[in-house]
């Protein structure tokens, strides 16, 4: 290998790269100078990145781009660029959609029902949720109405921890608690409570968007005979017939 070979595989590692004159780097925005009679042009070549190194149109073009504003100024624009892209997709990821909310739960009232802090309109006072779509057993539906309130629990992990919820077309009852679907680390708790037999599917319009899950689910423990569906000891009366039979 010859010395010139030599000195252009050290610089940059590119040996078959074509030789740029100096009126292509001028139009890169590149000047040169003599140092300690070497010009820096040679240096310089070989800092651009190989796929700027093409042909003499490619150059051309390329530097008709660049012409506007020197090498330096295009790196920090682009630096500038990707942060503030960085920036914006940070803040998407920690954004919920318009139809949930991240709150904490602070008591389990029964397999059906929450009390959370956190809900937007009173983010410091204590909302009522109604897990919307099923209809867990009265607490007096002994032993149907502890079993759902303490699947309930489990699910949830205790008080002070975050769930999601989310909302259907209706998101609140008669009585002002918030309908919705509760999601806990991925886990619709809604499905989970019929689909161990501690609440029945109850389609409730205009919340329909989990109604085919739900139904699925109840009969997967009918056909289990989980929970309020054990043959052993069925639930003879539905949540909403022991109500009104005990007002």
């Not at 042009?41 to 190989?50: A, Y």
Request: a positive charge.
């Amino acid at each position: 290998m010859n010395k010139a070979g030599g000195r252009r595989q050290e610089a940059g590692g590119f040996a078959h790269q074509p030789h740029l004159s100096e009126s292509h780097l001028n139009k890169l925005g590149i000047q040169t100078q003599a140092t300690s009679g070497r010009s820096t042009r040679q240096k310089t070549l070989f800092l651009l990145p190989p796929l700027l190194k093409i042909t003499d149109r490619a150059m051309v073009t390329i530097g008709k781009i660049l012409m506007p504003m020197r090498l330096g100024d295009w790196v920090r624009k682009i630096a500038i660029l990707a942060c503030l892209l960085l920036l914006v997709s940070c803040q998407g990821k920690n954004q919920l959609p318009n139809n949930e909310a991240q709150v904490k739960v602070a008591r389990v009232v029964s397999g059906q029902s929450l009390e959370v802090v956190g809900m937007a309109e009173q983010p410091n006072l204590i909302s009522q949720v109604r897990l919307v779509g099923i209809d867990a057993p009265d607490l007096r539906q002994r032993p149907w109405g502890e079993k759902a309130k303490e699947q309930l629990e489990n699910l949830i992990g205790g008080v002070e921890q975050s769930v999601t919820l989310e909302f259907d077309l209706e998101t609140k009852d008669k009585i002002g608690r918030t309908l919705a679907y509760v999601w806990k680390n991925k886990v619709l708790l809604n499905e989970e409570l019929v689909k161990q037999g501690n609440a029945m599917f109850v389609e409730r319009s205009p919340n329909h968007k989990y109604d085919q899950r739900l139904e699925r689910a109840q009969q997967w423990a009918r056909l289990m005979g989980q929970g309020i569906w054990n043959p052993e000891k069925p639930m003879h009366l539905t949540p909403a017939e022991f109500r009104r039979q005990n007002l």
